[in-house]
């Protein structure tokens, strides 16, 4: 069968394997739709901290079954779903506890092993998630608003906090989304002029900050939560939750500066550089910092429901979609025109 692999930084190819033979509790699957993933987009750059070459990208997919045993959970061949691609190791401290999604030696498909960009994978059963009659598209959508998803939860948003969510890429603008979802007042920053009126004329957020200097960026803050003074000098309330969904230094260390006293901040983005920053800001501002890992079996679940009630439109976020044949394109354009594109998919049943 064919599959896409990223050889090496900048290297794409369609190259022929073996197609896979699914095992007892395993599933054949034939893939439908795959979005690139930031993750995805760092390894093609060379600048994804959870990557070795050559592999097999892709992990965001939505699936046809093509064979499967009979199971508990009601799976039958024809079935469109998706599935948890994190694959955790079920005997580290974390796993022992429950924490599967921040597994000690989790291997995510696409990262740490091979992913799903190819015609064919197999899938243990248990990760297999049915559909529920979503389209494709919007299914292979629902990974990566589950990593949105899971990191607002960390954050325990309640209607009316002020949230700020930094970066205006898919999972960014998806955090906004489930952040407005559960009632907050949400705006959106971003270097990119684009995509910030993009998410805004789509999806309904407060507001935005064009985030083109320091100064402007705390400007934007001031004029959204309003200002102390003290001294002769203002200074910004801050937001009571800010989600961080860039992967650099400096959007994190925007967070921290942005965020009110006694607020909140999430890390969901993943970066290789370091940041040295005054961490006494920290305690100064009392602040709750949260990392945030993959997503649960139930972040799946309750947004498939989520997004089969009508409560978001997933397809909004899809602004590309090109053939499996052009895979190396896709990337390419990707990595260089990225100011103009939300989430990027491959469609597997367009061989062309």
């Known amino acids: ?62 699936a046809e079954i093509v064979e499967i045993d009979e199971n508990e959970k009601g799976l ?37 092993r091979d992913g799903a960009f190819c015609e064919y994978i197999t899938m243990p059963i248990e990760r297999i998630y049915d559909g529920k009659g979503l389209s494709p598209k919007a299914l292979a ?13 960390r954050a325990g948003i309640t209607p009316g906090d002020k949230v700020l969510v930094i970066g205006a890429g898919t999972i960014g603008v998806l955090a906004a989304t489930a952040a407005k979802a559960l009632g907050g007042e949400v705006y959106v920053s971003d270097v990119q002029p684009q995509k910030l009126d993009y998410a805004l004329g789509n999806f309904g957020f407060d507001g935005k900050i064009l985030n083109s200097s320091p100064e402007e960026f705390e400007k934007g803050v001031g004029e959204i939560t309003g200002f102390f003074e003290k001294d002769g000098m203002k200074i910004p309330h801050g937001f009571d939750v800010c989600i961080e969904a860039v992967g ?43 990392g945030s890992r993959n997503a649960l079996e139930k972040d799946f679940t309750e ?10 439109d997933l397809e909004k976020a899809i602004t590309d979609v090109y053939p499996f044949g052009k895979a190396a394109e896709a990337f390419a354009d990707f990595s260089s025109n990225g100011a103009g594109m939300l989430k990027v998919m491959i469609d597997f049943t367009d061989g062309k």
């Open 1 to 62: 069968m064919k599959a896409v692999r990223i050889n090496a930084p900048g290297e794409v190819e369609i190259c022929e394997i073996e197609k896979p033979v699914r095992k007892q509790g395993e599933a054949l699957l034939k893939i439908l739709y795959g979005g690139i993933c930031g993750s995805d987009l760092g390894s093609y750059r060379g600048t994804f901290v959870y990557f070795d070459y050559p592999r097999i990208p892709g992990h965001e997919i939505s």
């Open 76 to 112: 039958k061949p024809g079935m469109v779903v998706t599935c948890n691609p994190y694959f955790n190791c079920g005997h580290c401290y974390s796993c022992e506890r429950g924490i599967v999604n921040a597994c000690m030696d989790n291997e995510t498909m696409g990262c740490q």
């Open 303 to 312: 947004l498939i429901d989520l997004v089969k009630a009508g409560k978001v």
């Open 141 to 153: 959508a629902i990974e990566p608003f589950c990593i949105s998803y899971h990191g607002v939860q």
């Open 248 to 290: 650099l230094p400096s959007t994190f260390q925007n967070c921290i500066d942005a965020a009110a006293f006694g607020g909140k901040v999430v890390l969901i983005g993943v970066g290789k550089q370091n940041l040295d920053f005054n961490f006494t800001l920290l305690q100064k501002k009392e602040l709750n910092v949260y």
